[in-house]
């Protein structure tokens, strides 16, 4: 666990969280400011800084693209679309420094983003 990381004291279950999915490798739980209807953040429960982590993590790239975004899709109704986002570094928008998909959905996305 990377010290003082919000994203992994809720992966460890430290701090409460609104779980919507979890498995070995993977939690999934309701972003505290919902910017949609659904919008939930999908978070690998070891450390990875931002998407240029999983370069070393290949196999957890797959589960979560792979196998637990579709099983979220199918779970939360997103079948007719969703958007997913991985802010990555400042001028990305991360503010939050362990990796997090969010999964937005419910509602009809605009383009571009801010
Ligand atoms: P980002 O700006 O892409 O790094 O996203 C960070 C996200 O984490 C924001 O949408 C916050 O609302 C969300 N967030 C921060 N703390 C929590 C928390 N304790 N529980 C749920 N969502 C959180
Ligand atoms: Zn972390």
């Known amino acids: 666990m990377a010290n003082d990381c919000i994203f992994c004291k ?3 279950k430290e701090i409460p ?4 999915y979890e498995d070995d490798q993977v939690a999934v739980f309701n972003d505290l400011e919902p910017q949609a209807p659904v919008h939930v ?3 690998p429960k ?4 931002n998407v240029l982590g999983l370069k070393a993590e290949k196999e957890l790239a797959g589960h979560i693209l792979g196998e637990v975004v579709p099983a979220l899709v199918e ?3 997103l079948k007719d679309g969703f958007r997913l986002v991985a802010n990555t570094g400042a001028q990305g928008g991360q503010t939050v420094m362990h990796l997090h998909f969010h999964l937005l959905g419910g509602r009809d996305m605009a383009w571009p983003p801010g």
């Open 10 to 12: 809720i992966a460890a």
């Open 17 to 20: 969280s609104a779980l919507v």
């Open 41 to 43: 953040l999908i978070i």
């Open 46 to 49: 070891k450390h990875v800084a």
């Open 75 to 77: 779970k939360l109704g």
